[in-house]
Nanobody, 121 residues
Framework: QVQLVESGGGLVQPGGSLRLSCAAS????????MGWDRQAPGKQRELVAT???????NYADSVKGRFTISRDNAKNTVYLQMNSLKPEDTAVYYC???????????????WGQGTQVTVSS
């Protein structure tokens, strides 16, 4: 069973930066797209950024120019560099990955447990 383990959340002042990481547990699989979603209190979950296995990225309009998604395929890890953070970025951030399990012959999305990001002075 694949596990996605996130790290890097925390409390930061407005204008500050954080870097989130998400690593997939070792297994015999192929990872396609990876990404980050977030859910703020009382709001629906929204897409933040995605990155394909080839490095093509996509961002929500609200984070363009401030957040950067990247991945290290050798480490099965996706990152989210968040700069110029705003209070409205406060949310639980979830990583996700589109994974094909070779032994099982199945492909689906997997999700991390979430990491809290709080932007406040």
């Amino acid at each position: 069973q694949v596990q996605l383990v996130e790290s890097g959340g925390g409390l930061v002042q407005p204008g500050g930066s954080l870097r989130l990481s998400c690593a997939a547990s070792e297994s015999i699989f192929i990872i396609y797209a990876m990404g980050w979603d977030r859910q703020a209190p009382g709001k629906q979950r929204e897409l933040v950024a995605t990155i394909t296995s080839g490095g093509i990225t996509n961002y929500a309009d609200s984070v363009k120019g401030r957040f950067t998604i990247s991945r290290d395929n050798a480490k099965n890890t996706v990152y989210l560099q968040m700069n110029s953070l705003k209070p409205e970025d406060t949310a639980v951030y979830y990583c996700n990955a589109d994974i094909f399990m070779v032994l099982a012959g199945s492909r689906r999305d997997y999700w991390g447990q979430g990491t809290q990001v709080t932007v406040s002075s």
